[in-house]
């Protein structure tokens, strides 16, 4: 079994930044790929980022480069997302996921999701 939780959520304003983590329990990540996604009020749950096993390839969505970077550190069962120059359409509930697949089209593990809020 893995256990996903994450952490790090909170209210922010605009142009702040945030850093996420996920910590895995029950199973080291170093063999699965890890995502970040989130999911606003009335949207559906979009994607946000991705890295392989050994944080050597990574993707973002268009929508972040620039500002988010994922990360991972697998001697600690964790992964990052940095966030920097938030927006106010950035709120919304961030979720990391994992995956034993690459490349990833479904994800087997999921985390309980934690807010994020960008005051204007």
């Known amino acids: 079994q893995v256990h996903l939780v994450e952490s790090g959520g909170d209210l922010v304003q605009a142009g702040g930044s945030l850093r996420l983590s996920c910590v895995a329990s029950?199973?080291?990540?170093?063999?699965?790929?890890m995502g970040w996604f989130r999911q606003a009020p009335g949207k559906k749950r979009e994607f946000v980022a991705v890295?392989?096993?050994?944080?050597?390839?990574?993707d973002h969505a268009d929508f972040v480069k620039g500002r988010f970077s994922i990360s991972r550190d697998n001697g600690r069962n964790t992964a990052y997302l940095q966030m920097n120059s938030l927006k106010p359409e950035d709120t919304a509930v961030y979720y990391c996921?994992?995956?034993?697949?690459?490349?990833?089209?479904?994800?087997?593990?999921w985390g309980q999701g934690i807010q994020v809020t960008v005051s204007s």
């Open positions: 029950g199973r080291t990540l170093t063999s699965y790929s």
């Open positions: 996921a994992a995956s034993k697949n690459w490349p990833v089209y479904e994800y087997e593990y």
């Open positions: 890295i392989s096993y050994s944080g050597g390839t990574t």
